[in-house]
């Protein structure tokens, strides 16, 4: 997919985009497209519209910018003048699907859309995209759950799961569902997940997500849930992954019927999710893309979607295992374009453990977004509430332009020093503070000594 600049200043530049990504145009430093920061762009904001592109498909939406953003000549999004960049972040404006050959205009630049199809692609795309399931419809369950039925049903074209028997929910997602199932003469537990994708699944994006699962496979540590079988069958991708018997944190603040978690058990829990970071950014990966194409040794796996959901807990000799779980599928689900255009409609609680790093790039994959999501997590466990004020604005915008709120302004129950480490950890603009998993996790604990 190609974006061509057809009139104003700009005029003749290009910018390609071959995978999922989402990109925000505006005259801020971090955007990309960026348009100049000067007078004869003046008339266009900072942060001015959200692109969501999953190629062949693209969506906009203005962000409520003085003079709009026009789709063929058509205002899809404009704030009234009365109204102050603020006012306007608290309205959500429609979002809009673009075609090919078509052009979008912030004040007098012009954009054109362009798209090709990679004749590998082609021949595998099938002529016609499935109908699209919403997420949470009843539908969806049906389908996976069949699936699952058929797997443990011993159905030689899924292969693996056969000697294992479904025991319970454990939990779903916007394509995903997740049951406890038990193999029939070990009696070993494990959880086992299926994800259908929301569009039709060409042969590449199939690959080169099934890669990046293979990937996950060679980490092993104490605190990361390990990866252990993978498939694709039926367009189904299926994993089987250990199970900790605790659920989630997310689980055990429901169970126990709390908003926030004692501070002593929460930094505890959070230590050990560093030390799976840890681990896990610096590992070696035998079989990795190169930045020149070929395949060889890589260092190091970003998880990207780091919540308290994705925070497992385990009972191990009586002792309580916090394990990073999840790691980095649902992202590369995302990144292979399997999930379609979800990012505009991200639940604000996924948002509200991303930095502004990885909202202005999707595909920003330094270690240091997992190290603010922890940090996150653990504001969030000790609070109850987000990093950051989502409710009641566009939270795309409010991650862009404002910081998380100090976590002394949420509680007064948190030890001075230990709040200074987490609002330190929390600085995003213009970078994020601590670099590194063993970094945050040294600061912790001198905190808490």
């Known amino acids: 997919m190609t974006l ?11 910018f390609t985009f071959e995978t999922r990504t989402t990109c925000i145009i505006g005259r ?5 497209p960026k348009i100049p920061d000067d007078d004869k762009h003046r008339t ?5 519209c959200l692109l969501d592109i999953n190629p062949p498909d693209i969506r906009v939406r203005d962000f409520g910018s003085k003079n709009g953003t026009f789709v063929n000549g058509e205002k899809i999004g404009q704030r009234e003048a009365h109204q102050t960049p603020e006012q306007a972040a608290n309205i959500k404006f429609p979002e809009f699907d673009l075609q090919g050959g078509d052009e979008f205009k912030l004040s007098d630049t012009f954009f054109r859309v362009g798209i090709a199809l990679d004749p590998e692609i082609a021949k595998t795309i099938k002529s016609e995209k499935p109908p699209t399931i919403p997420p949470n419809q009843p539908q969806l369950w049906e389908m996976l759950k069949a699936f699952l039925l058929k797997a443990v049903g011993g159905d030689k074209n ?3 799961l056969g000697d294992y028997v479904l025991r319970k929910e454990l939990g779903k997602g916007g394509f ?10 070990t009696k070993e537990q494990i959880a086992l997940k299926v994800m259908l994708p929301k569009v039709a699944a060409n042969q590449r994006a199939v690959n080169w997500f099934l890669r990046e699962v293979e990937n996950m496979k060679y980490l092993k540590h104490p605190n990361v849930v390990s990866l252990k079988e993978s498939g694709y069958a039926d367009e189904t991708f299926f994993f089987t992954m250990e199970f900790c018997n605790g659920g989630s944190v997310v ?8 908003r926030t978690l004692p501070v002593d058990e929460a930094v505890a829990i959070i230590l050990q999710v560093l030390d799976g970071l840890s681990y896990t950014h610096n590992v070696e990966i035998p079989n990795v893309k190169l930045a020149d194409g070929s395949f060889g040794k890589g260092q190091g796996l970003i998880h990207r979607d780091l919540k308290p959901g994705n925070i497992f807990l385990a009972n191990v000799g009586g002792k309580q295992v916090a394990k990073v779980g999840d790691y980095g599928l649902a992202k590369a689900f995302d990144l292979a374009g399997l999930s379609g255009q979800t990012l505009t409609g991200s639940a604000v609680g996924t948002l ?11 595909k920003y994959v330094q270690p240091e977004v997992d190290v603010w999501a922890a940090a996150a997590c653990l504001y969030a466990m000790l609070t109850g509430c987000l990093p950051r004020n989502l409710q009641g604005q566009d939270p795309f915008l409010a991650v862009l332009q404002s910081d998380a709120v100090p976590i002394g302004d949420r509680t007064s129950a948190i030890p001075k020093p230990l709040a200074k480490v987490i609002d330190l950890a929390l600085i995003d603009n213009p970078d994020i503070y601590y670099k590194s998993a063993t970094d945050f996790k040294q600061a912790l604990v001198n905190s808490m000594s």
């Open 28 to 32: 801020a430093k971090d955007c990309y």
């Open 4 to 14: 061509t600049i057809t009139e104003g200043n700009l005029k003749g530049q290009e």
């Open 44 to 48: 266009i904001s900072r942060y001015h």
């Open 176 to 185: 995903s569902l997740v049951y406890l199932a038990e193999h029939k003469r």
């Open 158 to 160: 899924i292969g693996v």
């Open 352 to 362: 509200g453990f991303m930095p502004r790093q990885q909202v202005i790039n999707f």
């Open 251 to 258: 689980d055990l603040m429901e169970k126990r019927g709390v």
